[in-house]
């Protein structure tokens, strides 16, 4: 059981390049969700996905898009990336029953636009 | 939406003694207020949370008390050893929300040895 996984860990980008950030969780979770982590600050949720097909945006999701095709992945896709997207983004899971609130996270990918 | 301010920003403590750190949050119906630990690269950990029907839980040398009228909850933690050096966030939800987690800005947080 491997919980949440992303990939890649880190990542340098040139301004205007395009990359897709991967995550999977194995714990059949039906909610899941996108945050980034500037430097000593906080997580804001950019996009979040209650379950397969479904997918909303968060706090601040102008500059990135997401799917969600099954319930085990959700991509995070950075379209003409920007410097201000230099962050560390964290993907997150949550059962969405049980325990509905309680969000386990990937390890993170360390993003840098230059 | 939700509004969640977390003090203070940094605290270091010597060995042994204890650590508090405080969060205000805005939204009355906010039902749900988990607190996260994260290490030095990697991604948060869930270490302590509280319902709003209750008013304190505690977890070995971590407790969390939740005051619903003044809407505030604080992280306790006793007897502080090298390894509780982390970054500690609070959160509040609250399921309207689509289990969305409101974060606070975070307590860096060093144990002197």
């Known amino acids: 059981n491997a919980g949440v996984t992303q990939t890649p860990k880190f990542r340098i980008l040139k301004i205007g390049q395009s990359m897709t950030l991967q995550c999977t969780q194995d714990m059949n979770h039906n909610y899941m969700y996108w945050y980034r982590q500037d430097p000593g600050m906080g997580l804001k949720l950019i996009y979040y996905?209650?379950?397969?097909?479904?997918?909303d945006k968060g706090e601040v999701p102008n500059g990135y898009n997401v799917s969600r095709s099954t319930t085990e992945d959700f991509p995070l896709r950075l379209e003409l990336a920007a410097p201000s997207q230099t962050s560390v983004y964290f993907c997150?899971?949550?059962?969405?029953?049980?325990?509905?609130?309680?969000?386990?996270f990937g390890p993170g990918t360390r993003l840098t636009v230059t | 939406g939700e509004n969640v301010e977390q003090h203070p920003s940094t605290l270091s403590v010597q060995e042994g003694d204890s650590a508090v750190i405080k969060c205000t949050y805005s939204d009355s119906a906010s039902n749900y207020f988990p607190w996260y630990k994260q290490e030095l690269g990697k991604g948060p950990q869930l270490i302590i949370d509280?319902?709003?029907?209750?008013g304190e839980k505690k977890d070995q040398r971590i407790a969390v008390t939740l005051n619903k009228t003044a809407k505030h909850f604080s992280l306790h933690i006793t007897e502080t050893q090298p390894e509780d050096s982390a970054v500690y966030f609070c959160?509040?939800?609250?399921?309207?929300?689509?289990?969305?987690?409101?974060f606070g800005g975070g307590t860096r947080v060093l144990v002197k040895p």
């Open positions: 997150a899971s949550s059962a969405g029953t049980g325990r509905p609130y309680e969000q386990y």
């Open positions: 959160a509040a939800t609250f399921q309207a929300a689509g289990n969305k987690l409101t």
């Open positions: 509280i319902r709003s029907n209750v």
């Open positions: 996905s209650v379950g397969a097909g479904i997918t």
